[in-house]
């Protein structure tokens, strides 16, 4: 069974800065998984935000702002975000993607976890 369960999301002024961090707890080698970061605001549907997996890749949207790393001592997944803009807010959600290779979209993703929300005031 796989666990993903993030921490770090809160309230933040435009311009400020938060640190989200995901968990993640498998009975497979951390380094399986291809992790990711995505974002759903109020009615919209759910967004890629940031991709890992011996490479890095965002969303045009948070290019620059935004930094996905790993800890793969302590299976930790994280999702440095600088400059935060009111558009950013949004739950967060952390998955992962057993064997994936340059995964974007959320339906190539296998574990999920329940989010965290980022809410960011103008």
């Known amino acids: 069974q796989v666990q993903l369960v993030e921490r770090g999301g809160g309230l933040v002024q435009a311009g400020g800065s938060l640190r989200l961090s995901c968990v993640v707890t498998s009975g497979r080698t951390f380094s399986n998984y291809a992790m990711g970061w995505f974002r759903q605001a109020p009615g919209k549907s759910r967004e890629f935000v940031a991709y890992l997996r011996w490479t890095t890749y965002y969303a045009e949207s948070v290019k620059g702002r935004f930094t996905i790393s790993s800890d793969n001592a302590k299976n930790t997944v994280y999702l440095q975000m600088n400059s935060l803009k009111p558009e950013d807010t949004a739950v967060y959600y952390c998955?992962?993607?057993?064997?994936?290779?340059?995964?974007?979209?959320?339906?190539?993703?296998?574990?999920w976890g329940q989010g965290t929300q980022v809410t960011v005031s103008s």
């Open positions: 998955a992962a993607a057993l064997g994936g290779t340059y995964v974007y979209t959320a339906d190539k993703y296998d574990y």
